[in-house]
């Protein structure tokens, strides 16, 4: 198995689609701050919910960050060494290719959490008589 052969251009979509995807995560991600300070201003909802929310939400997109640069670190290594290419699964490229991945599947699951619980906490404020 450690001898299959990987190419460029298919560590390159991931990384494409995965900044992308961090890019959405991160403006959603600001969205939401906005949305809750919003609320929190207006006392909808309450001083600790907010400070507990605004502290995830800055992990999240520290985390975000964090992830962006590894990728660009990761596109610039392989622009540098591209001569390399293809790789098989034992280089090192590809095992950080594999823990890139394993953030973004970690990411894309915390994200999904605190969508969820922002998404509650709104439409509990919006809708309320439906709660």
């Known amino acids: 198995m450690n001898?299959?052969?990987i190419h460029l251009p298919d560590l390159d979509f991931d990384f494409k689609l995965w900044k992308e995807t961090l890019a959405f995560w991160k403006r959603?991600?600001?969205l939401h701050?906005?949305?809750l300070s919003d609320l929190h201003k207006l006392d909808k909802i309450s001083s600790e919910s907010y400070g507990s929310l605004r502290w995830e939400y800055e992990q999240q997109l520290d985390k975000i960050v964090a992830l962006l640069a590894k990728i660009k670190?990761?596109?610039?290594e392989m622009a540098y060494y591209h001569k390399d290419y293809p790789i098989n699964m034992g280089h090192?490229?590809?095992?950080?290719?594999?823990s890139i991945r394993d953030r973004m599947r970690q990411l894309e699951s915390y994200?999904?959490?605190?969508?969820?619980?922002f998404d509650y906490i709104n439409r509990k404020v919006v809708l309320p008589h439906l709660h």
């Not at 090192?92 to 594999?98: A, F, G, P």
């Open 28 to 30: 959603t991600g600001e």
């Open 111 to 117: 994200t999904k959490d605190l969508e969820e619980e």
């Open 33 to 35: 701050l906005l949305r």
């Open 3 to 5: 001898n299959a052969k």
């Open 92 to 98: 090192q490229h590809y095992k950080d290719y594999l």
């Open 73 to 76: 670190v990761q596109e610039d």
